[in-house]
């Protein structure tokens, strides 16, 4: 398991500071004097840098002291918190969570670029000096210090490694430019030295143009127990002495790399998720819950065993053995229901990563974009989540890009200049709806229509519903972006979408009204593992109906069936209602019962009977899914494994209310 | 010819040699390779897939999982036979579409683990035979009989490129 792993415990630690750092950031952008937020987001650096040194992540650790740095100028009211220094300390969270989870040497270049972009948002008319890295080497090497100092006895002890601040330091100036000199005074003779104490001091010379602050956040963690002198040095000191090998601390590991291309690593939204790994943060008061099941499984047990080891036996015995049968079963639901709220995880997770897709979309198209979040508190499964973002980064995206107008176009449309996103969440049932709502143009039919035509999706001309013809976008291949953008228009997206959305078992629903907008309903399951499912017999195969999905029950008589052969409806409370004989779907050759059964399910609006043999009732269903070589099939959507070791087949209902509808409307062109 | 680098080819050890289970479907006799072999159970209860294609026609509870049961007498295209006390479903592993895939095997009779040689291997001919040429990866002699290695990814590609070609699903509906 990852949770004995410090450096994934940091991973997680670290993604979880990131994203409440930026989140931080993304206020900021709306209230540039708050001095709150500015202290959150120095303090979320401040510790990402200290425990990335701790554990082992110095890349990350140098990067990020750089913009510690920058956020301390701005707290200490040195420089002014900018939009332009939100917008570049947002990349750097970005190459901060690319450093999170690679070493790749690569990554320097990459972060160099930023930190020449942070120096030049930071760059106040007074001084610029403590970004160091990039600045100009040669015309500041008569400035400098001079720093003698020593740690405390038990600093390596405390978790402090002198290597790492002796390296921190030699960064802060251009290569070769740090001569470090260990002073070896304090040494204990042999026989009274301890290895794990620190004896050394060092004497420091550092060329460069520098702010004593720099040097004092090396030593910020030991500061308070540590002996440090720091003077400027005299500016007609002879030239830094060629310094022994020996003793010179690895300044060329820590050096930056030589000035390169402009490289700010592409975001991409799948990176996000992957920093939580396969960990779970579940609330203690959550595995209480669950602990106190178990106890009382334990308890059951052993009454069990009392039980078997007694000897009671006939009315009295069964009498017992049907009470603990009882109190499993209950267990066992209970069981079940707390696991599964172990992996529910709320949604708020989720959309806060759109905050920041929506602001970086709303500099790319230039238009001013709000986003509104709701039912943030939502839970869902955590790998129903995870499986969401990046279709919901698709929908975000499209409405930005091609929902929201320009702002001229909105004014000129009487609309407020900023365009809304509303996402938002709710439970119903045991489905989670997720709706993204824009305030945009709305779908243009006609050009929805032209490209159907162009790409042979409908016969010129053809009438055809509306509904159907927003369908059309969901379409493989389909996309009406005339022009296609960095954001979307690449010709993949909404079936994809559609196909992803399907994949976890929901729907997704589209309206939208000329000139005032769309929404995108999207509608999925709760959880994926376990249904309550209605099992049904048909010919000699058992099936599931999932039990969401079931309205009613009737029978069907043998006169009625006879009746109705031809046109397979039924009247239900004044409604006609197609139905499926499932033994003549499934072929399987058998003769019917005499008393049939109809069950009737429906999704929507739309419902569809279909006829059984016989109902044994409802089941708790573990969906396993079908083989690769099964998947295509429309008629199930899994199996799953009955008491007696059996497989039966679960009904997939959209398909199947689908192929009613067909029948439907065959039978109406037909009659 | 297959390269060496084609996944299908056959996985000659360094002395020519390969370790396989042979088995007989119909009156053919075929050989998989023993190291994708994963157990050789006995009759189980079946599950009928409606639509599903004739070659993959059901499922069973592998412990715990849902395998689909393949009839080779299919896509060798002989008569299926009723099940003998010999019939056994040899549940194999094997790489499809990038996904490891365990599916049971129909075979009317298992015989043993045994050696093949490389040189008594060669290529199915181009004509003479009586099913589809690239179901078969080759050919091996052994015996006085020849022992088939059946390519099963090209058989269930089959599958993969459109239920419809071999069987329609839900084709017996209308």
Same mark, same amino acid.
């Given at each position: 398991m990852s949770?004995?792993?410090p450096v ?5 630690e ?5 994203d409440?750092?930026e ?13 709150e ?6 303090r979320?650096m401040?510790?990402?840098k ?11 650790a140098?990067?990020?002291h750089?913009?510690?740095t ?19 300390t947002?990349g750097?969270?970005?190459?901060m ?5 690679s070493? @790749?040497p690569a990554?320097?270049?990459a972060?160099e670029?930023?930190l020449?972009?942070?120096h ?9 000096? @403590?970004?160091?890295t ?6 500041n ?5 001079h ?12 978790g ?15 290569p070769?430019?740090a ?15 301890d290895?794990?104490?620190?004896h ?14 720099a040097? @004092?956040?090396v ?23 060629e ?17 390169g ?19 779970v943060r ?15 499984l ?24 049907r009470s603990?049968?009882?109190?499993v ?5 209970e ?12 949604i ?22 709000e ?5 943030e508190s ?13 279709p919901?980064?698709?929908?975000v ?9 320009p ?8 609309k ?6 509303r996402l938002?969440?709710e439970?119903a ?5 997720i ?14 229509r032209?490209k ?21 976008i ?12 960095n ?10 979408v559609?196909r ?7 729907t ?13 309903t ?8 376990i249904?309550?499912?209605?099992l ?12 969401a999905?079931v309205e ?6 043998l ?9 397979s ?5 004044d409604?006609l209602v197609?139905f499926?004989?499932?033994?003549e779907l499934?072929?399987?050759g ?8 109809i069950?009737?399910?429906g999704?929507?609006?739309e ?26 099939l ?6 799953t ?5 059996g497989?039966?087949l679960?009904?997939d ?5 689908a192929l ?8 109406r062109?037909?009659g | ?11 000659w050890?360094?002395?020519g ?11 053919e ?19 009928p ?11 069973i ?18 008569p299926i ?6 019939t056994?479903i040899v ?19 298992v ?17 003479g ?16 009989s020849?022992?088939v ?13 459109g239920h ?9 509906a209308?």
């Amino acid at each position: 398991m990852s949770g004995n792993d410090p450096v994934a415990a940091f991973r997680i630690e670290a993604a979880d500071l990131l994203d409440a750092t930026e989140q931080a950031l993304l206020d900021l952008t709306h209230d540039l004097a708050s001095r709150e937020l500015i202290d959150t987001v120095f303090r979320g650096m401040h510790t990402l840098k200290g425990s990335g040194a701790m554990f082992g992540f110095d890349a990350l650790a140098a990067f990020t002291h750089h913009c510690e740095t920058a956020f301390d100028r701005v707290r200490k009211g040195l420089a002014p918190a900018s939009p332009d220094l939100v917008a570049v300390t947002l990349g750097a969270m970005d190459h901060m969570r690319a450093l999170v989870e690679s070493d @790749d040497p690569a990554l320097a270049t990459a972060g160099e670029a930023i930190l020449a972009r942070l120096h030049e948002a930071l760059a106040s008319p007074s001084d610029n000096e @403590d970004l160091a890295t990039d600045a100009p080497a040669n015309g500041n090497a008569e400035k400098g210090w001079h720093l003698v100092f020593r740690l405390p006895l038990d600093a390596m002890a405390n978790g402090t490694n002198p290597l790492i601040l002796l390296d921190e330091l030699a960064e802060l100036v251009e290569p070769g430019l740090a001569r470090i000199i260990a002073l070896p005074d304090a040494i204990p003779p042999l026989a009274e030295l301890d290895p794990s104490q620190c004896h050394l001091g060092w004497d420091v010379e550092l060329r460069g143009d520098i702010a004593r602050e720099a040097i @004092d956040d090396v030593f910020i963690f030991v500061m308070d127990d540590m002996e440090l002198q720091v003077e400027p040095l005299e500016l007609a000191s002879p030239p830094l002495p060629e310094p022994n090998p020996e003793i010179t601390a690895p300044a060329t590991a820590a050096a930056p790399v030589p000035n390169g291309q402009d490289g700010q690593p592409a975001r991409s939204p799948g990176r996000m998720q992957g920093g939580a790994g396969d960990s779970v943060r579940v609330p203690a008061s959550r595995l209480d819950v669950l602990m106190d099941r178990v106890g009382e499984l334990v308890i059951v047990q052993s009454r069990l065993a009392q039980l078997a080891d007694s000897g009671i036996r006939g009315p009295a015995g069964e009498l017992a053995l049907r009470s603990i049968s009882e109190e499993v079963e209950r267990l066992a639901s209970e069981l079940r229901d707390t696991t599964m709220v172990l992996r529910m995880v709320p949604i708020a997770a989720l959309f806060g990563r759109f905050r920041r897709l929506v602001h970086d979309l709303a500099h790319e198209t230039g238009k001013t974009i709000e986003l509104v979040t709701e039912g943030e508190s939502t839970e869902i499964d955590k790998t129903v989540s995870e499986q969401l973002a990046d279709p919901i980064v698709h929908l975000v995206r499209n409405a930005c890009d091609h929902g929201l107008e320009p702002a001229g176009e909105r004014r000129s449309n009487g609309k407020r200049e900023s365009g809304t996103i509303r996402l938002a969440a709710e439970q119903a049932g045991g489905e989670v709806l997720i709706t993204i709502t824009d305030d945009g143009r709305g779908i243009n039919r006609e050009r929805v229509r032209a490209k159907a035509e162009a790409n042979g999706l409908l016969a010129p001309g053809a009438a055809i519903a509306d509904a159907d013809l927003l369908q059309m976008i969901f379409h493989p291949g389909f996309s009406t972006a005339e022009q296609v953008t960095n954001l979307s228009g690449r010709g993949v997206g909404m079936d994809v979408v559609k196909r992803t959305i399907e994949g976890l078992r929901g729907t997704i629903d589209l309206t939208s009204e000329p000139g005032k907008g769309s929404t995108i309903t999207l509608r999925i399951p709760l959880t994926l593992a376990i249904i309550e499912g209605l099992l049904v017999r048909v010919g000699q195969g058992n099936y599931v109906i999932p039990l969401a999905a079931v309205e009613e029950c009737i029978e069907l008589s043998l006169e009625e069936d006879i009746r109705s052969r031809g046109r397979s409806m039924i009247t239900l409370r004044d409604r006609l209602v197609p139905f499926l004989r499932l033994r003549e779907l499934f072929a399987t050759g058998t003769r019917p019962d005499p008393y049939q059964k109809i069950v009737v399910i429906g999704t929507g609006g739309e419902r569809v009977g279909l006829v059984v043999d016989q109902i044994i009732g409802s089941h708790q269903t573990v969906i396993k899914s079908m083989s690769r070589l099964h998947r295509g099939l429309p008629s199930f959507s899994g199996a799953t494994i009955l008491g007696d070791g059996g497989v039966a087949l679960i009904l997939d209902i959209v398909q199947l209310v689908a192929l009613g509808q067909q029948q439907e409307e065959r039978l109406r062109a037909a009659g | 010819m297959m390269s060496m680098t084609d996944p299908s080819a056959t996985r000659w050890d360094e002395a020519g040699q390969l370790e396989v289970l042979t088995f007989d479907i119909g009156d053919e006799r075929l050989a998989i390779e023993a190291i994708s072999i994963r157990e050789i159970l006995d009759l189980l209860p079946e599950t009928p897939v409606p639509g599903a294609p004739a070659l993959v026609g059901s499922v069973i509870n592998f412990r715990g999982k849902i395998i689909p049961i393949a009839d080779l007498h299919v896509a060798f295209g002989m008569p299926i036979e009723d099940p003998s006390p010999d019939t056994r479903i040899v549940v194999i592993e094997t790489l499809l579409g990038g996904e490891e895939t365990q599916i049971g095997l129909r075979a009317d009779k298992v015989y043993e683990v045994t050696l093949l040689d490389r040189d008594s291997a060669s290529a199915p001919p181009v004509i003479g035979m009586r099913w589809r040429r690239t179901f078969v990866r080759e050919l091996v002699r052994q015996d006085q009989s020849v022992i088939v290695l059946p390519d099963l990814p090209a058989i269930f590609a089959t599958l993969e490129r459109g239920h419809a070609g071999l069987d329609s699903p839900l084709g017996h509906a209308a």
